[in-house]
């Protein structure tokens, strides 16, 4: 599987962006599909999973409420609309296929590039 992750970009606090995701392979409409990122100088953590039916959905602490993940399985692609940014949504943002543990866990089999997300105050 490979993934292509874009939609990253310099955008001001209080903007919206809008990140996909596009996979390679026939089997993505069966994959669990999750969003991390990794700020300069941390741990890359999580952000947003979410099943393979669009069900079920999970979202880290820090971004309920501002992010809402989806996914078009007739394009084979997944979507983090982020809403709200603050400068603390700087990151390099990967989206990831098949989680070898839970779905929060960055444990995936597959790794897309990450695309680069700045938040300006």
């Known amino acids: 599987v490979q993934l292509q992750a874009s939609g990253g970009g310099l955008v001001q606090a209080g903007g919206s962006l809008r990140l996909s995701c596009g996979a390679s392979?026939?089997?993505?409409?069966?994959?669990?599909m999750g969003w991390f990122r990794q700020a300069p100088g941390k741990e890359r953590e999580f952000v947003a999973a979410?099943?393979?039916?669009?069900?079920?959905?999970y979202y880290a602490d820090s971004v309920k409420g501002r992010f809402t993940i989806s996914r078009d399985n007739a394009k084979n692609t997944v979507y983090l609309q982020m809403n709200g940014l603050t400068p603390e949504d700087t990151a390099v943002y990967y989206c990831?296929?098949?989680?070898?543990?839970?779905?929060?866990?960055?444990?995936?089999?597959?790794w897309g590039r990450g695309t680069l997300v700045t938040v300006s105050s």
């Open positions: 392979a026939r089997t993505f409409s069966s994959s669990t």
């Open positions: 990831a296929a098949d989680p070898l543990k839970g779905m929060t866990i960055a444990r995936y089999d597959y």
């Open positions: 979410i099943g393979w039916s669009g069900d079920p959905t």
